[in-house]
């Protein structure tokens, strides 16, 4: 754990709030940037003009701005929960079944799994996450309960749920997801009946947060695996140094290295519009602007983000 008197001194030299209302400013004038997830019906018609900041020091200390207590679908953000699950319950063995390295192609390919045979490349593509819902079915008796009370346990937020329209939509449009655990499943990487798999993996990225909530969720990351906040061990040092380096690599798609030399910091992205990073030793972020780039990120969201650093210099390189 980080000395709070040396995170004091580090915080002390950056007006917090007011980097964030420029940031705030800046962005709003770049609205109308990117585009929604339209291929999920349901989040075709999120409001393209929005955007939430949200931070949390190690002291438990919230700075916000914008439309940062705005629920919103968090998608793909929710794969670095799952990882800490899959990780607790099955230890080193988890990458035994899915690797560690960027993909360098969409999300939502199947192109590698054929030469692979079956092993995605890492857990934040929906291959790999796939792989890592089966996990977590095959070692908890409750699985979505389980994640259900980590994520409202780690938000501080007894009321976070799973939206039922997001959730129907992924299912009823999921036909490559559907392809990618089938395929999957043809080399034995997946052990749970295909729509168990499925439906919970719908079910982690139609859970509902806003940026607070998800800054909060991933402080333990910020913190060597121990929640500052709540005073919980969430994961071992070594297994949250892990979650870490695969978000800084692999966490934003085969945009991993443009994020990296933009933000430099340790992140993970969903289809949603939401970011949340990492400040070791520091501080968490959440970003939520629903217009994409190309690659599936947050297009204003990284550009907040790159601000952000660039404004404080709290970047781990």
């Known amino acids: 754990m980080a000395p709070l008197a040396e995170i004091s001194t580090v915080l002390a030299r950056h007006d917090l709030p007011a980097i964030l209302a420029t940031i705030d400013g800046e962005v709003r004038d770049r609205f109308g ?10 989040l075709a018609s999120v409001p393209i003009d929005r955007l939430g900041m949200a931070l949390v020091t190690l002291d438990g200390t919230v700075h916000c701005a914008g439309d940062a207590r705005e629920p919103f679908s968090v998608q793909s953000v929710s794969k670095v929960h ?3 699950l899959a990780l ?28 692979e045979e079956g092993i995605p490349r890492n857990p934040f593509i929906n291959a790999g996450a796939l792989v890592v819902a ?3 079915l095959s070692h908890y008796e409750r699985p979505y309960d389980t994640l259900l009370e980590f994520m409202r346990a780690r938000s501080g937020n007894a009321e976070v749920g799973c939206d039922p329209d997001v959730f129907a939509s992924e299912k009823q449009s999921g036909y490559r997801n559907r392809a990618l655990v089938n395929f999957i499943r043809s080399f034995g990487n997946i052990r749970n009946d295909v729509d168990a798999v499925l439906d919970f993996y719908y079910a982690q990225c139609a859970l509902r947060m806003d940026c607070v909530d998800l800054a909060r969720s991933v402080l333990y990351l910020a913190d060597a695996g121990h929640c500052p906040v709540s005073g919980v061990e969430v994961t071992r040092p070594d297994r949250a140094k892990r979650i ?21 910091l340790p992140a993970k992205s969903g289809v949603g519009g939401g970011i949340v990073a990492v400040v070791p030793k520091v501080m968490s972020l959440c970003v939520w602007s629903p217009g994409l780039d190309t690659k599936g990120n947050s297009l204003l969201g990284g550009y907040a983000l790159h601000r952000f650093t660039e404004l404080t210099g709290l970047s781990i390189f």
Do not use: K, W
């Open 82 to 84: 799952s990882l800490t």
């Open 88 to 115: 607790e319950a099955a230890g080193a063995e988890l990458f035994d079944r899915v690797g560690r390295e960027p993909s360098g192609v969409a999300f939502n390919s199947l192109v590698q799994l054929e030469f």
């Open 134 to 136: 089966d996990v977590i």
């Open 33 to 42: 940037e990117g585009r929604v997830a339209d291929y999920i019906p349901s």
């Open 244 to 264: 870490n380096a695969v978000m800084l690599t692999c966490g934003t798609y085969d945009a991993a290295g443009d994020f990296a030399f933009h933000v430099g």
